[in-house]
């Protein structure tokens, strides 16, 4: 299964890594670390400065998840906006160390929540990803923006639009999809694939959030990888299973499925 482990990403939160580390590098699973807010609260710089040198000298790229709990970089209350934006750099400054190809982020729109507030909700994101791009761009990585609750693409076909960086891309999270949109997958590619930068994989019944295993759900993956294939499209593909069975499940189905052949 090597083939598909060296094409793909393995999502781990930092405080698991000392427990993994030597079967990350065993196996040589390329890891995308997740920075929660209680792993930069007590960040350990020495050590997380030696673990991104064992990551490196391994010879595994790197991918990051920044903080996303109770965050909210669109916030219209700049005082809030604020604060996300300072906890996300936390985790953007650890680029120095590990040399991440993308971080993933989270924009949080979220229409019962910001209810008639798109244009405000707009502006305010437009202002953090703007800071967060020079920061991001200072350390050579890609911010990778993730739809959560977005029921469909536009808003954040407009917040790409009014970015228009090279140092930022879209991240489509299967799974989110699978749960939340109520709009197909060809009209989220329609919009979004030219930003297209990365893909979180994992899947669901379609009623909620449930990191099953790649084709142990709903979501159609077949369609995915065909429109990927035609439209030549190549991202960076993080597996987001939540344990260890999950993963390798994954990582057998894709295999089997055929899906990264043309990656």
């Not at 083939?3 to 699973?29: D, G, M, N, R």
């Not at 077949?222 to 993963?247: C, M, N, R, W, Y």
Request: aromatic letters at 10%; charged letters at 25%.
């Amino acid at each position: 299964m090597q083939e598909v482990i060296s094409k793909v990403q393995v999502h781990i939160p930092y405080h698991f890594l000392p427990q993994y580390q030597a079967e990350i590098i065993k196996h040589k699973l390329n890891p995308e670390i997740y920075f929660s807010q209680y792993a930069l609260k007590d960040m350990d710089m020495e050590k997380c400065s030696q673990t991104a040198t064992l990551m490196r000298n391994a010879g595994l790229n790197v991918t990051f998840h920044a903080p996303f709990m109770d965050l909210r970089p669109g916030a219209l209350d700049d005082k809030i906006r604020r604060v996300s934006v300072d906890r996300m750099k936390q985790a953007i400054e650890l680029a120095q160390y590990f040399q991440p190809l993308r971080i993933v982020c989270h924009p949080m729109f979220d229409d019962r929540y910001y209810v008639d507030c798109d244009d405000l909700w707009l502006e305010a994101s437009v202002k953090s990803w703007t800071e967060l791009i020079e920061l991001a761009k200072a350390h050579k990585t890609i911010l990778s923006l993730e739809n959560v609750y977005d029921k469909e693409p536009r808003l954040l076909r407009r917040l790409f639009e009014a970015l228009d960086s090279d140092c930022v891309c879209f991240c489509l999270d299967t799974g989110h999809f699978n749960a939340f949109s109520y709009t197909p997958l060809k009209i989220w590619l329609k919009e979004l694939g030219k930003y297209l930068g990365q893909l979180h994989i994992h899947d669901n019944m379609g009623e909620r959030d449930e990191h099953l295993a790649v084709g142990e759900g709903t979501f159609p993956f077949i369609e995915l990888f065909d429109s990927l294939s035609q439209g030549k499209i190549k991202p960076v593909i993080t597996l987001e299973a939540h344990d260890q069975e999950s993963l390798w499940k994954s990582i057998k189905n894709i295999k089997e499925a055929g899906f990264l052949e043309s990656m």
